[in-house]
């Protein structure tokens, strides 16, 4: 992953001129770089079917799989649950898409999410009202992924070796802010609404706010010019630049609005548990970029859909709930989990190879047959 977000060398965008970049017609709504038309059409069904409708297909056996074979997974209670435990991953891989989209990463978000709850508690601990509390962590969130972005964008640092930095930096803020203790005296209206149901039901009441944040971020990605922006600075930021695009201020606003989601998190967090510690969503980032890459992601930016990435994150959730059940301990859960994110980097680049050497061999121009002899 490189600093200013260049896919590998000999990659550009397909049937786009810069001027055609600039004015948002050779990139469509819908997705990364790729001809229009018909054939663009074709392409992108077939993108669609090959990944993105297989993820959500693969989640959807896991389901019924576990329903069948895993005591309780299929009850109403453990539903909720479920969701509840998506909630965070689900939360972050929503501004995780565009900044993996544009080629970069952040891995501090989870560290962002435990400096959000560590301060949640100090800050409830010195007297303020959790109305105050709120946004005021939400508002650090976006400090701290504004100091991600100025590192990224203004010291041109790659984004890799910035974020796994402030990832420690951020855990350690944490445990100077609350130290090793824990804050567990929440106003019970706030940390019942975060676990409660709509009207008794097995749906939890946070599901319809994130259910708005994924439409959202959805329409932004595919149907604005933020989502082609970002598409055309994965797919080439230097034909991007070319066009006009100010790449570096897209990707600053990128990680400031992570930094403010993973902020949020942390307040959900924190409200969820009723504990405000400085070690709270220690490991997530793993979970949230493995999520974003199954979902169709390129780990080398430029192409993924929102779809996908939903996808993903259910598939993700549905099995560690399905082996947590089935009594897997944390540490084989991790494994697990870092195996789907060697999965889905290894399999489309594969997959992407395999077609390109089809591709070539299928064009190779037949061998010219030798001149006749004289005579012959």
Request: aromatic share 6%.
């Amino acid at each position: 992953m490189s600093a200013d977000g260049n896919r590998p060398a000999g990659t550009r965008l397909a049937g786009a001129n810069p001027a055609g970049i600039a004015a948002g017609a050779a990139l469509p709504p819908g997705g990364d770089a790729r001809p229009r038309g018909a054939a663009g059409r074709g392409a992108r069904l077939g993108r669609l079917a090959s990944w993105d409708l297989g993820v959500v297909v693969l989640a959807v056996l896991t389901i019924v799989v576990a329903s069948g074979t895993v005591e309780n997974f299929s009850t109403s209670r453990n539903f909720t649950f479920l969701v509840l435990d998506l909630l965070p991953i689900a939360l972050i891989a929503l501004p995780m898409t565009f900044v993996i989209v544009t080629g970069e990463i952040d891995l501090s978000v989870a560290s962002t999410l435990g400096l959000s709850s560590a301060t949640m508690g100090y800050l409830w601990n010195q007297g303020l009202t959790i109305e105050t509390i709120i946004p005021l962590c939400v508002v650090l969130g976006a400090v701290l992924g504004a100091v991600n972005g100025l590192f990224v964008t203004v010291f041109r640092l790659p984004s890799l070796a910035v974020t796994i930095g402030t990832m420690a930096l951020f855990r350690g803020l944490a445990l100077v802010v609350l130290g090793d203790t824990a804050v567990a005296d929440f106003p019970a209206r706030y940390t019942d609404w975060v676990t409660g149901t709509i009207g008794g039901s097995a749906v939890p009441n946070v599901l319809i706010p994130l259910a708005v944040l994924a439409a959202l971020f959805g329409v932004v990605l595919h149907a604005t010019p933020v989502g082609r922006w970002s598409f055309a600075a994965g797919a080439s930021e230097h034909a991007a630049r070319f066009a006009g695009i100010r790449v570096g201020r897209l990707k600053f606003w990128l990680y400031v609005v992570t930094g403010a989601v993973a902020g949020l998190a942390g307040v959900l967090w924190t409200l969820r548990y009723s504990s405000a510690r400085a070690d709270n969503g220690a490991g997530l980032e793993l979970a949230v970029v493995a999520a974003v890459l199954l979902g169709g992601v390129s780990i080398f930016g430029g192409r993924g859909t929102l779809p996908g990435v939903v996808g993903g994150v259910v598939l993700l959730a549905a099995l560690q709930n399905a082996l947590r059940l089935s009594d897997v301990s944390n540490e084989s859960l991790n494994v697990v989990t870092g195996a789907l994110l060697v999965v889905s980097v290894l399999v489309p680049n594969l997959i992407r190879r395999t077609r390109s050497a089809f591709a070539r061999t299928r064009h190779r121009p037949a061998p010219l047959s030798p001149p006749p002899l004289p005579g012959s």
